[in-house]
């Protein structure tokens, strides 16, 4: 049962990171992230503070279509084509099946998010050229470009060579690279010099990841839910609209679940994804985020995301493949 569950998650990995989508959202994403200093410095309140909220949601809005798409992929596609039949009849237990799908997906949303978040890391310790005597951070764009050169140059080679699929080889790379890139500029200054004191990494925005990732999680497992029994389309809307509504369950549901049965049970059907977005403390001075709170966060996210696969399972036990 284990090497069965083990092949789907493989399987599902490989199959959802070697979709073009999968690539497409991820380079878009980076390219917004390049283009954000230039973007966010005409505003009227702290270019720095905005350049970051605008990462925050970049990293938030890719991570939720990879979250859907994979799903879609995964799962609808199968169910459509009727490959599924073959997976099921070997035999897997359907719950297997849903666990190894949710889990492939994870590790996708992982990976897309950790190379995301370097590239919001590099953006932030770039920063907003506001002023005349500020000057490009050169170091940050030598390793972005060590780590992008790198990646195609080795990707094409491999692609040429040895037939590798290119979007898959390109963003393994790219991980790879970035992991480096972020370790050395972990230690190195914006002069090349040993200064980890000031190496511009802020926590906050590594903390603000982590709770975004959670909240991807729980989107994640709602796709994989709505995927069961919708195509594409819907799925993709029933999340874009788990999405709207989890940003404003606190003001739709929080203030009128004390006196109206409806708002109780909204609050409770619907997770308030709200708690992981935390880009409002940007702007206000000696806000930390504590360990405290991303770990209720996380057992907040684990309880949705849990009931979901399991309404998933339910879900998919019901379902005719055949």
């Not at 970035?178 to 906050?204: C, H, M, Q, Y």
């Not at 940007?282 to 991303?294: A, P």
Request: hydrophobic share 55%.
């Amino acid at each position: 049962m284990f090497y069965k569950l083990y092949s789907i998650i493989k399987n599902t990995f490989v199959e959802i990171v070697r979709q073009p989508i999968y690539a497409i959202i991820i380079t878009a994403a980076v390219f917004l992230f390049i283009i954000s200093p230039s973007l966010t410095m005409y505003s009227m309140d702290d270019d720095n503070k905005f350049l970051r909220e605008i990462g925050l949601s970049t990293l938030f809005i890719a991570g939720l279509f990879i979250s859907i798409f994979s799903a879609s992929a995964a799962i609808t596609e199968e169910i459509e084509t009727k490959t599924i039949i073959t997976t099921l009849s070997k035999p897997v237990p359907r719950f297997i099946f849903i666990l190894g799908k949710f889990f492939g997906i994870i590790f996708a949303v992982v990976l897309a998010h950790y190379i995301l978040t370097i590239a919001l890391l590099m953006s932030i310790r770039h920063g907003v050229l506001s002023t005349a005597s500020d000057t490009h951070d050169v170091t940050v764009l030598t390793w972005a470009g060590i780590t992008i050169g790198l990646s195609v140059i080795i990707t094409a080679f491999l692609n040429y060579s040895y037939d590798f699929k290119f979007t898959s080889t390109a963003i393994i790379l790219v991980s790879i690279f970035a992991t480096i890139s972020i370790f050395f500029l972990a230690f190195i200054d914006r002069d090349w010099k040993f200064n980890p004191v000031e190496n511009g990494i802020n926590a906050f925005d590594v903390y603000a990841s982590i709770l975004l990732l959670i909240a991807l999680f729980i989107i994640s497992a709602a796709a994989i839910m709505f995927s069961t029994r919708f195509n594409v389309l819907v799925t993709l809307s029933c999340c874009v609209g788990l999405f709207l509504l989890g940003l404003v369950s606190d003001y739709v549901f929080g203030r009128l679940a004390d006196t109206h049965l409806w708002a109780k049970i909204g609050k409770i059907i619907i997770p308030s994804l709200q708690v992981f977005w935390i880009s409002d403390a940007i702007y206000e001075e000696g806000v930390k985020i504590t360990s405290s709170y991303i770990i209720s966060c996380g057992i907040y996210g684990l309880i949705y995301t849990t009931a979901f696969i399991l309404l998933s399972i339910a879900l998919f036990e019901r379902k005719q493949v055949g």
